[in-house]
């Protein structure tokens, strides 16, 4: 079927089904967007409504503005503010009871933080300079655990069901199952917290999505995130988000944080810079040939 004949069809399938087959038609007739062509902005209440009455024509919209037309989404309001304060706190708990460390994502990993400076970024994917704490389902115990991962799904989970995918697909898995659920809190520290151009993998969720957790003016004053508008310029859209807001964009899209506050001196153990909650489906160490970010700026080895 076309695009015009399928609008016409009235086939009876799950809201997941449809939406996936809505993307994977787009997929097959236009090439992947490279850059933001525009920023429009979204209540998460309306997309969230939307879902719930399954009202396939405006998700669909939102699906064909995103891949087609190459738009971005502000979405307001998906999370409350106080999150930020049971991010920071559950951070701080993680800086004092555990040393900086790594794991591969393979059966049994736990959770842990890592403090990734210039030298250790360039064993990754992708060039950034960050101090992330990484968080896995079945390491969910404490009561801040618990509130960073209810915080957080509660808008995840319709990401993932206008990504094409059921509400809690892959939230139970463990990593031999080839793909799992990661939450990542994330200081990009003042002092020069960066993440270079890149793009993400489209392999298990076709939209890319963190929330802000923090407020240029207040938390940091230069820098923040960006989208990429053609190969040599960009639009930083940070003076436009809120504390609880999240980005919302197909991952093909070339998006980055420009330095943050890089005239201050760059100190791991304080809280000052931006913060930020990551949410994504990685291919575990399980998956041979397994498919990560990619940096667009040769600023790491891999690539």
Not at 78 to 107: G, Q, V
């Amino acid at each position: 079927l076309d695009e015009e004949s399928y609008s016409k069809v009235k086939i009876k399938m799950s809201l997941q089904k449809s939406l996936n087959e809505y993307w994977n038609l787009l997929e097959s007739k236009y090439p992947a967007p490279k850059t933001a062509n525009k920023i429009r902005t979204l209540k998460f209440d309306d997309l969230k409504k939307s879902i719930d009455n399954k009202d396939e024509k405006y998700l669909k919209k939102i699906i064909r503005a995103m891949y087609v037309k190459k738009e971005a989404f502000i979405l307001k309001k998906s999370a409350p503010k106080k999150l930020k304060e049971t991010i920071i706190e559950l951070a701080n708990h993680y800086k004092k009871s555990r040393k900086t460390n790594f794991h591969k994502t393979l059966d049994g990993v736990p959770n842990f933080h890592r403090i990734i400076d210039k030298d250790i970024t360039k064993k990754y994917s992708v060039y950034a300079i960050k101090h992330s704490f990484f968080f896995y389902n079945w390491n969910i115990k404490s009561k801040l655990e618990q509130k960073l991962k209810d915080g957080v799904y509660k808008h995840w989970r319709y990401v993932k069901n206008l990504a094409g995918n059921g509400k809690n697909k892959f939230e139970k898995n463990i990593p031999s199952d080839g793909q799992v659920d990661r939450l990542q809190i994330v200081r990009y520290p003042a002092g020069g917290g960066e993440l270079r151009d890149h793009v993400d993998p489209r392999k298990n969720q076709r939209v890319v999505s963190g929330i802000i957790m923090g407020k240029i003016g207040k938390d940091f004053h230069e820098g923040g995130f960006y989208f990429k508008t053609s190969k040599t310029k960009r639009i930083n859209i940070e003076k436009n988000l809120d504390e609880g807001d999240a980005v919302l964009f197909y991952g093909s899209i070339a998006h980055g944080v420009e330095k943050v506050d890089p005239r201050e001196k760059l100190l791991w153990k304080s809280n000052k810079g931006r913060w930020f909650i990551g949410m994504f489906v990685n291919d575990s160490d399980h998956v041979k040939n397994r498919i990560t970010a990619k940096d667009l700026t040769g600023s790491v080895s891999k690539y």
